[in-house]
């Protein structure tokens, strides 16, 4: 069965700084990952994903993860923090044969300070 | 493009009373349609997947004659809680997948059920 372990609960950084949200999954085949972010009273939005080629993906809103499949992971980053970005993100893992099926992690809250 | 809404956004029942709640796709056809639980503070966990014309598929662990999903057209599901409890309470998300972009589901703004 896959798994997903967003270890953080809750991050809090200034306004500017850097972010990086970690993210591991378990699954024995390379899995689709994906990162939403949920902001209130809004549907999950889809940040960026990752099915195969370039281990580096561009998403939205300057949002970068990158897949490292010798660690099982799949953090994502962002190089300047801007107040807007604070929210709640989910990194979610699906593959192909149960189409389209996603399984969440827990969730990390982001508080942003000005 | 690829708009899902939920409806109603929030309902408050009585124990014992059946409630049933929508989920659209606006501007595109949802061959797809899921079903998500979501705690507070916790993740989204997957109730059932729905496929139009035919029936849902549960995962492990969720009662089928608890919560009744139908999907009869492309472009609308509904999640019935049937003989709702207070631990049913809870936030309910669907999503919606065209099936041309694979894998890639666009998610209501999800339902805030209250079981008094």
């Known amino acids: 069965a896959q798994s997903v372990t967003q270890p953080d609960i809750h991050i809090t950084v200034s306004e500017g700084a850097s972010l990086e949200l970690r993210c591991n999954y378990s699954y024995g085949a390379t899995p689709y990952l994906f990162w939403y972010v949920q902001s209130p009273g809004q549907g999950l939005q889809l940040l960026l994903k990752?099915?195969?080629?370039?281990?580096l993906v561009q998403g939205i809103k300057g949002f970068e993860a990158e897949f490292k499949r010798s660690q099982s992971s799949f953090n994502l980053r962002k190089p300047s923090v801007h107040w807007s970005d604070a929210a709640e993100y989910f990194c979610?893992?699906?593959?192909?044969?149960?189409?389209?099926?996603?399984?969440f992690g827990r969730g990390t809250q982001l508080t942003v300070w000005p | 493009g690829a708009v899902v809404s939920q409806h109603p956004s929030w309902v408050i029942c009585k124990s014992g009373t059946s409630v049933k709640i929508e989920c659209r796709s606006l501007d595109f056809q949802a061959t797809t349609m899921f079903w998500y639980r979501q705690f507070p503070k916790q993740s989204l966990m997957l109730m059932a997947t729905?496929?139009?014309?035919?029936?849902?598929?549960?995962e492990q662990g969720v009662e089928k004659d608890k919560f009744l999903i139908n999907h009869a057209s492309l472009t609308l599901s509904t999640l019935t809680v049937t003989s709702a409890h207070p631990e049913d309470s809870s936030f309910y998300i669907c999503s919606a997948r065209d099936g041309t972009s694979f894998n890639e589901q666009f998610f209501g703004p999800g339902t805030r059920l209250t079981v008094l």
């Open positions: 990752y099915f195969s080629g370039d281990t």
């Open positions: 729905s496929n139009e014309g035919s029936k849902a598929t549960y």
């Open positions: 979610a893992v699906g593959r192909g044969s149960t189409l389209g099926r996603l399984y």
